[in-house]
């Protein structure tokens, strides 16, 4: 008798668990989204979080919000449209300052219900540095090295991305010839049938006249294989000012977007325009 009480409180315990599996993953369908990298205290500009998808499809973040470690302050509520392509990184500068510089806070990402998808928390700051996570998705995270914001924290895509696409961002990079290769008298006759260039590169939005921070420019990969614009230049229309040159190891996925921010305004407020140069 008493072994059967227990058979079936075993089993009811069971279904009970069951059902509330079932329940608990009906609320949550929200993608995989995660908090990559964040800069809390900024040598200048705005603070900056970076956030990874890593699913082998596009999430849309229309409506989604980022928080510090209350939801109730303070926040930046992410713009209907913006989308983080399958396995990419998206840079989202945020709208006012709130992570805290010399005491413990945190960064949390909310999808369009509340729902918190991805939580940082750190103890302190440094000025300019920021927390990072390496591997790229992964839990181990701390402040180390230089901020990598649009890139890759390990300096190579993580292993979700399949080793075909791998494959083509390194032949990409082996493709571009080194500037002390390049005979300035002969480039017309030399070129090769497929410009070794990425194509398909976009200036998808810029801010001229930032109310604060930096002002910056969002590039975005319309072609198929990863650009490396290592070196490419930003300018404006006049010449006055030097060009921002691109930093090494700066390169966009396929359909993928990203933020630069200039480290001097280069951008006249009363009209200019922006361009995209190769390093040639
Ligand atoms: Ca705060
Ligand atoms: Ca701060
Ligand atoms: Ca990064």
Known sequence: MNFRFTLWSSALLLFMLLLDVTIISGKRSTATMHINEFMPNPESGNEWVEL???????????????????TEGNHTAIDAGVIVPAHSLLVISLTSAMLNNSSADAVQLLDLDGYVVSYRGYDRTTKGASYACIPDGSDDCGFEGLPTAGMWNQAQAPTTISPEETVTAIA????????????????????????????GLIINEFMPAPEQGSEWVELY?????????????????????????????????????????????????SGDVVQLLRPD
């Open 52 to 70: 990874y998808n890593p699913n082998p499809f596009d999430v849309d973040l229309s409506g989604w919000t980022l928080h510090d470690n209350t």
């Open 172 to 199: 990409t990079a082996t493709l571009i010839p080194s500037p002390t290769e390049t005979t300035p008298t002969n480039t017309a006759t030399v070129l090769p049938t497929s410009t070794p260039y990425p194509q």
């Open 221 to 269: 990969n319309s072609a198929s294989t990863s650009a490396i614009i290592s070196g490419w230049l930003i300018d404006d229309g006049s010449g006055g000012q030097s060009p921002y040159v691109l930093p090494e190891g700066s390169y966009i996925e396929p359909g993928g977007f990203l933020v630069v921010e200039l480290s001097s305004n280069i951008l006249n407020n």
